[in-house]
């Protein structure tokens, strides 16, 4: 320790410090920054963290595996209108208008 | 504990080893400072059958071995940083012992001050947006009628419905950008991060903005205002504020 540590940090550095958060954080919010934000430093223990994405952890530590997922109807990623930009709205639509169309024609014929 | 090596929580400046004392690490460690001119490492031991390379892979797959270390590693960083500047380090970055952990000072030292002088008076906020209820379904009418009116009935709801909905992510889309670009004009620096699943977080609406501001502490009212006016402006959405938290989002060497 060098010299400087006996002073008060408190006095020296009035107003730089971060004050204590006053609500306990989600884990969800510490993980995206513990793992993902932070400097990164190569340790004597190697650890490859860019590995681990949340969405890795999510799925295999919530719903085991995306293949189980699956089995289990979780799929909204690939059914969310919100997510998939209405495309699978739109191939719906295109399938009920061919229909209406042989209806119309086969109707007039 | 068989095999030991020290754990680095952040790097800060100037911290009182007594204050250091009040926290707690990793398995309730005693949390200690390694000082290589005038830069600290915030360290605590840990055993290497914890924290080896193998016993490593294997417990970040663990959610709840995750989720203490996480939670730890973070009281210690935030401990630090309502003391001192402090830039945190990404977690799991462990040393064999200190005279390894002082090379990584010395390594380092340029750019580690440079992170110190970015985040030393300032904090980091998240603001996360979520939009409002998202329009209902229309019920899935799966059997195929063949009479015509049935269909064009079918047809009007289904794209009166899809326009709903491109409607409605639109305006949480405008809203969202609006938040974003309000807030940055009051923080230093900004940063847009993934959006979180609501299976992780518990959330029920669809997030549309995860964000970090990072803010110089003498402008932190001002940024609390700036967001509640944001609130004002978009009463249909909901606009969380948390922090300060340390910088965590903007302590990487890499950037400028």
């Given at each position: ?109 | ?106 390594r380092w030292a340029p750019d580690l ?82 959006l979180q699943d609501g299976r992780l ?56």
């Amino acid at each position: 320790m060098s010299e400087r540590t006996s002073e008060s940090l408190l006095a020296r550095n009035q107003g730089s410090a971060v004050p204590a958060a006053p609500q306990p954080a989600n884990l969800a919010d510490i993980l995206e920054r513990v793992l993902d934000k932070g400097i990164v430093i190569a340790g004597d223990i190697r650890v490859n963290l860019l590995d681990i994405e949340l969405l890795t952890i999510k799925i295999r530590l919530l719903v085991a595996s995306v293949e189980r997922a699956q089995e289990m109807g979780i799929d909204w990623w690939r059914r969310d209108p919100m997510l998939t930009d209405g495309r699978q709205d739109l191939a719906e639509e295109n399938e009920r208008l061919r229909e209406r169309l042989e209806s119309l024609e086969s109707t007039d014929g | 504990m068989g095999e030991a090596g020290r754990y680095m929580y952040a790097i800060s400046r100037w911290v009182d080893p007594a204050e250091l004392a009040e926290l707690r690490g990793l398995g309730g460690a005693e949390v200690q400072a390694v000082e290589h001119e005038g830069l600290l490492a915030i360290v605590s031991t840990v055993g290497l059958d914890e924290f080896g390379e193998d016993e490593l892979s294997e417990h970040l797959q663990d959610l709840d071995w995750l989720d203490t270390v996480a939670r730890t590693h973070h009281e210690v960083v935030s401990g630090v940083a309502s003391r001192a500047p402090t830039a945190p380090l990404r977690l799991a970055t462990v040393c064999m012992d200190d005279a390894s952990v002082r090379s990584r000072l010395a390594r380092w030292a340029p750019d580690l001050r440079q992170v110190l002088d970015r985040v030393a008076g300032r904090a980091e906020w998240s603001v996360k947006v979520f939009a409002g209820p998202i329009p209902e379904p229309v019920p899935a009418a799966r059997e195929v009628s063949t009479a015509p009116g049935s269909g064009a009935a079918y047809l009007a709801r289904r794209k009166a419905h899809v326009d709903r909905l491109k409607g409605a992510a639109e305006q949480a889309a405008t809203a969202a950008d609006d938040v974003h670009d309000e807030l940055t004009r009051h923080a230093t620096a900004a940063r847009r991060l993934a959006l979180q699943d609501g299976r992780l977080t518990g959330e029920e609406a669809t997030m549309t903005l995860n964000a970090a501001y990072l803010v110089d502490s003498s402008a932190s009212d001002e940024f609390r205002a700036a967001t509640q006016a944001l609130r004002d402006r978009h009463p249909d959405e909901r606009v969380d504020l948390t922090g300060p938290w340390p910088a965590y989002s903007f302590a990487a060497m890499d950037e400028t």
